[in-house]
């Protein structure tokens, strides 16, 4: 039988809850044999998909940001969904330094998930929202 678990959660559109989905998702994810600098990575990856929803999906307005983590055998995948404006060009939004809003922001947050990650997948319909999917396998660790 293939080892697999999930957790599903929402929260409420608010940049205080940025930091709960980001540890909730890096225990789910710890039941996995990751490093810790992984399990950092796999954080910051978390921290920027939520943080997008919340600053650009939903302008720091009302709202919900679902959260997704699951794993098959040695894959996590996590899923991170809003409902908020969308992204009209998601090939332009993903491009090192691209942000909507240049005086506050850096532009960073997909080139981190991209970093870190080994898969990023954006889905997107303007005033439908947005959803990632954060895709990395647990590398094969030699004993010894």
């Not at 919900?64 to 998601?90: C, H, M, N």
Request: glycine share 6%; aromatic share 8%; charged share 25%.
């Amino acid at each position: 039988m293939a080892d697999t678990n999930w957790v599903k959660f929402e929260i409420p559109s608010d940049t205080r809850n940025v930091a709960f989905a980001r540890t909730a998702v890096a225990l789910f994810a710890s039941q996995l044999d990751w490093t810790l600098d992984e399990l950092e990575d796999i954080k910051v990856a978390v921290s920027e998909a939520v943080s997008n929803s919340i600053i650009h999906g939903y302008q720091l307005g009302e709202g919900v940001v679902r959260v997704e983590a699951s794993y098959a055998d040695r894959k996590l995948t996590i899923v991170i969904e809003d409902y908020g404006q969308g992204i009209p060009d998601v090939e332009l939004a993903q491009e090192t330094g691209y942000t909507t809003i240049p005086e506050e922001r850096m532009g960073l947050g997909f080139t981190f998930m991209h970093e870190y990650m080994d898969e990023v997948l954006v889905v997107s319909e303007v005033q439908k929202g947005t959803k990632v999917i954060l895709i990395k396998e647990v590398p094969q660790r030699s004993e010894g």
